[in-house]
């Protein structure tokens, strides 16, 4: 496996339900991100992990949930959400010290529909 | 604060044409910006960044972009366009490091359409 990777990447889920979104990546950087892109909206970005530590959380309804174990992998926990939350979550990473090349790297996403 | 405009919804252009892809940035300090391409439920792929050096930089897929620090752009351009290019065209530039971090902020994008 090569640069990030997400999954599941396709979820439906009911209002009531708890699931979880999973990002790992295989290029040794050490910032992660969750964006959410919804149909006709900007690139909202919700979470940021440097170094293992979240230092970014943009107001998001706290029915998310993110989860950093360790530099490679990255959660988003859902639950009880609303079908306005259906949108494709997006997870990045970077290098933020020491060989920094500047661009994020994206994986390809996961459709999140709520019903 | 840092942003990023990108003014075209949508660019059409036709087969074997030159195609450019408009953006405009307001940043303090030295910009690094980028350009990415994303393709229906994929996500974003990168194409190209300037940094420093040549104005003019080259990318993935025979794609290139102009820096230009007096009119504050960062232009995506190709010389003869595929149908192929038919995407949704990001423009970002990293801001300042803040919190451990860089936030990156992204234009609201731009749909190509190569026609046939």
């Known amino acids: 496996e090569t640069g990030v990777t997400q999954t599941p990447r396709h979820l439906v889920m009911g209002m009531t339900n708890k699931k979880s979104l999973k990002c790992e990546q295989h290029l040794g950087h050490n910032a992660m991100y969750w964006y959410k892109q919804s149909a006709k909206k900007p690139l909202e970005l919700m979470f940021v992990y440097s170094l293992e530590e979240r230092v970014e959380n943009n107001s998001v309804p706290s029915r998310f949930s993110p989860e950093c174990p360790n530099s490679s992998h990255l959660f988003l926990h859902l639950h009880t959400l609303q079908p306005e939350d259906s949108a494709l979550y997006l997870c990045?990473?970077?290098?933020?010290?020491?060989?920094?090349?500047?661009?994020?790297?994206f994986g390809e996403g996961s459709r999140l529909t709520v019903l | 604060a840092q942003s990023v405009a990108q003014p075209e919804d949508q660019v059409n252009v036709a087969e074997g044409n030159p195609l450019t892809v408009k953006c405009t940035y307001s940043v303090s300090g030295n910009p690094y910006l980028f350009w990415y391409v994303q393709y229906p439920n994929r996500g974003l792929q990168f194409l190209l960044k300037?940094?420093?050096?040549?104005?003019l930089v080259k990318g993935s897929y025979g794609f290139e972009a102009e820096f230009n620090k007096s009119q504050t752009s960062f232009h995506l351009k190709k010389p003869s366009a595929l149908v192929s290019d038919s995407a949704l065209y990001f423009c970002?530039?990293?801001?300042?490091?803040?919190?451990?971090?860089?936030?990156?902020?992204f234009g609201t994008g731009t749909r190509l359409k190569v026609l046939a």
């Open positions: 300037y940094i420093t050096g040549d104005n």
């Open positions: 970002a530039v990293r801001d300042m490091k803040q919190g451990g971090t860089y936030k990156y902020i």
């Open positions: 990045a990473s970077s290098q933020v010290t020491g060989t920094d090349t500047g661009e994020l790297f």
